[in-house]
């Protein structure tokens, strides 16, 4: 992380030590600013705790996309992740939990083969293992560059939450910003729990596509966590300062049956 950063909330000059220590939540405004996947791994869950499975997927060029592999590489080497999800099981409050984190650095978050994969693999673990699925989304949708590849992870994801109900494993999805696209439109809007960060972006169509489409005036906040909880699509916002509580009481209260309450 650079020595400080401009608050995209107030403005104000913020410095990695104080940064660091709020998890990159702004002491004057209350701005969440965007974690990356290890950070929010290491701001949730049981210190130590987090055994990253699956870590070998990669994603290839399928469609041979125009400069698709470059973007990739890149992607890799910015972000030391090898996709846009990083997976695997964690301890939450000392009960045993199946985990997926997204992380926005790496090609907006956007989910291919790959991270779709990923996402599933931890939904069947969990109901294979009978633990609790914790899956925070943070993606612009699908990744274009891997066209009806991308677009068949929406139901395939689906099928993944399909199998944690019927084994009675609860899923929780954390919205964070921002929660957009194919991901909003599969797996993250399903969850049995829909938890949010405080103005993370929550919807479809960006606010550009949505103004082109000619749906007329829409409220200025009609893609913020804000509104959408309003409107009974998010169960709760949750300040990260207290998300690893509300996570740990969920999964205890909605788990009790597995964990032997
Ligand atoms: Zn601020």
């Known amino acids: 992380m650079a020595e400080f950063l401009k ?3 107030c403005g104000r000059v913020l410095f990695h030590t104080e940064l660091q220590q709020s998890w990159k939540v702004c002491g004057h405004c209350g701005w969440h600013h965007r974690l ?15 055994e990253e499975l699956d870590a070998e997927l ?15 590489a890149a992607a890799e080497q910015k972000t030391g992740l090898r996709d846009a999800v990083v997976s695997g099981t964690a301890m939450l409050g000392g009960l045993p939990v199946c985990a997926a984190v997204s992380d926005f650095a ?8 790959v991270a779709g994969e990923k996402i599933v693999r931890t939904l069947e673990r969990a109901a294979e293992t009978r633990r609790a699925a914790i899956v925070f989304c943070a993606s612009g949708g699908a990744r274009m560059q891997e066209g009806m590849l991308s677009l068949m992870q929406l139901p395939k994801t689906i099928a ?9 494993v609860p899923y929780i999805a954390v919205f964070t910003d921002p929660t957009m696209a194919g991901v909003l439109a599969s797996y993250a809007s399903v969850a049995d729990v829909i938890l949010a960060e405080p103005r993370a972006m ?3 169509a960006g606010a550009r596509v949505s103004k082109q489409a000619g749906v007329g005036k829409v409220p200025d ?5 804000e509104f959408a909880h309003k409107h ?11 998300m690893r509580d509300v996570l740990a009481a969920l999964v205890r209260i909605l788990g009790a049956r597995l964990y032997g309450g």
Not at 58 to 72: I, M, N, Q, V
Not at 106 to 113: A, D, L, N, Q, V
Not at 221 to 225: K, S, V
Not at 232 to 242: K, N, T
Request: with cysteine; proline share 6%.
């Open 7 to 9: 608050c995209s909330g």
């Open 36 to 50: 990356s996947a290890r950070e929010r791994i290491e701001a949730t869950f049981d210190p130590g705790s987090f």
């Open 58 to 72: 990669r994603s290839t060029d399928p469609l041979g996309f125009p400069e698709y592999a470059d973007k990739l």
């Open 160 to 168: 993944g939450v399909q199998r944690c109900r019927e084994a009675g």
């Open 232 to 242: 009974g699509f998010i169960d709760r916002i949750v300040p990260r300062a207290e």
């Open 202 to 204: 929550v919807g479809f």
């Open 106 to 113: 790496f090609m907006g978050g956007s989910m291919g083969s």
């Open 221 to 225: 906040d009609f893609q913020m966590a």
